[in-house]
C-alpha cells in the first residue's frame, strides 16, 4: 500500500516545515490558521495555509502516519498529477464547507490537513472498496464498511459541536476524494466493484443532504 511514495514524502516534509514553523511563532500561527473570521474580511489564503499547521506534534503524526499509507497507493494507480489535484481538491472542498457551514460564525477556526488527507483515504476506498482498514490499529474491517461508518459519525459530530474535530472540513474531503478520483479515473474506480462504487456514492449524497438539512 506504500507504492509512489516520493510525492507524499514532499507532502510530508512541507507540511513538517510549516507546523513547526507554527509552534515557534505564534503570530505566524494566528495569521495562517484557517479563521472564518479572517476570511469574512477577505484573507482567503487562509483556505490554504491552514492546512500547513497542526495544534500539536500528535496531530501532524496522526494526519501524516495516514497519509504515509494511503498516498502512495492512490498515486500509484492515478498517478502524480491526479494524486496532487485529489490532496489540494479535499484540502479547498473541506475548508470551503466548513466555511460555507459557519460563514456567520467569525469564531470557527481550524487546523491541519485532515480535509486532505481524508480526501487521500476515501480516493483509495473508492480505487479498492474492499480493501482492508484497521479500526483502532487493530480490527480488520473492508473500506466500504469504514466509509460508510465513517460518513456516519461525521454527520453526527456536524450536528453536536461538542469537540475540537473539524468534521465539516472532514467531510468535503471525503466529498473531493470520491467525486475526483471517478472524474480523474473512472474505470479504476468502477471496474473491480462497481456496486459498492454506487453504495459508497449513495452514502456521500446522504450524508450531504442529512447535514444540509439539519444546518437549514
Known amino acids: 500500500m506504500i507504492m509512489g511514495l516520493s510525492t507524499t514524502i514532499i507532502l510530508i516534509i512541507v507540511n513538517a516545515i510549516f507546523t513547526y514553523m507554527g509552534f515557534q511563532d505564534q503570530h505566524l500561527f494566528e495569521k495562517y490558521k484557517f479563521s472564518v473570521g479572517g476570511i469574512n474580511r477577505g484573507e482567503y489564503y487562509r483556505m490554504i495555509s491552514g492546512a ?3 495544534a500539536d506534534w500528535n496531530h501532524f503524526f496522526f494526519n501524516m502516519l495516514t497519509l504515509y499509507f494511503f498516498g502512495g497507493y492512490v498515486e500509484s494507480y492515478i498517478g502524480t498529477t491526479n494524486f496532487l489535484l485529489v490532496y489540494f481538491g479535499g484540502l479547498l472542498l473541506g475548508h470551503y464547507l466548513a466555511y460555507h457551514l459557519h460563514k456567520n460564525d467569525d469564531w470557527y477556526a481550524a487546523i491541519g490537513n485532515s ?3 481524508n480526501a487521500v483515504v476515501f480516493s483509495a476506498i473508492a480505487l479498492e472498496p474492499m480493501m482492508k482498514l484497521y479500526l483502532f490499529f487493530a ?4 473500506g466500504i464498511i469504514f ?3 465513517y460518513l456516519y459519525y461525521t454527520s453526527m459530530g456536524t450536528q453536536s459541536q461538542t469537540s475540537n ?3 465539516e472540513a472532514h467531510f468535503g474531503g471525503a466529498i473531493a476524494g470520491v467525486a475526483l478520483t471517478i472524474l480523474l479515473d473512472f474505470y479504476h474506480a468502477f471496474s473491480r466493484h462497481p456496486m459498492l462504487s454506487i453504495l459508497l456514492i449513495a452514502a456521500l449524497v446522504g450524508a ?3 447535514i444540509n438539512n439539519k444546518r437549514k
Request: charge should be neutral.
Open 52 to 54: 500547513f499547521l497542526h
Open 139 to 142: 480490527i480488520p474491517i473492508p
Open 115 to 117: 480535509a486532505a488527507v
Open 165 to 167: 474535530i473539524g468534521h
Open 208 to 210: 450531504y443532504f442529512y
Open 147 to 149: 466509509a460508510i461508518g
